[in-house]
């Protein structure tokens, strides 16, 4: 687990590209999320976990996700984090295996 953040950034933002892992062993493919809606779970230092959107910038074929953090929101220590894609019927598909990610104080 590497730092990614810095607590009390607000210009920090968490990208990611959403791809659908084949269970034959083959490249993972990039989600088309057109038509999709992103949500981040987001628990900060085990606490219980907070929903938040995400934007799906254009293209959405190119399958990638963001979050930008707002005041208050990067706290030193440890983050987990859990994404899923909402289609248009209301299907669910979640992350398989949520993040851990460090977020160092300011010197």
């Keep these: 687990m590497g730092v990614e953040f810095v607590a009390g950034n607000t210009a920090a933002r968490l990208v990611r590209i959403c791809k659908d892992d084949k269970l034959d062993g083959s490249a ?8 999709m809606t992103a949500k981040l779970r987001i628990a900060v230092n085990n606490a219980a976990a907070v929903e938040k959107t995400m934007t799906i910038p254009s293209p959405a ?3 990638q996700v963001e979050y930008p ?3 208050g929101e990067l706290v030193a220590g440890t983050m987990k984090t859990e994404i899923d894609l909402i289609d248009g019927a209301g299907k669910i598909i979640t992350q398989l295996a949520p993040e851990t990610i ?4 300011k010197l």
């Design 61 to 63: 074929t190119q399958g």
């Design 102 to 105: 460090a977020v160092r104080a």
């Design 28 to 35: 993972p493919a990039i989600i088309d999320l057109t038509g």
């Design 69 to 71: 953090f707002l005041a």
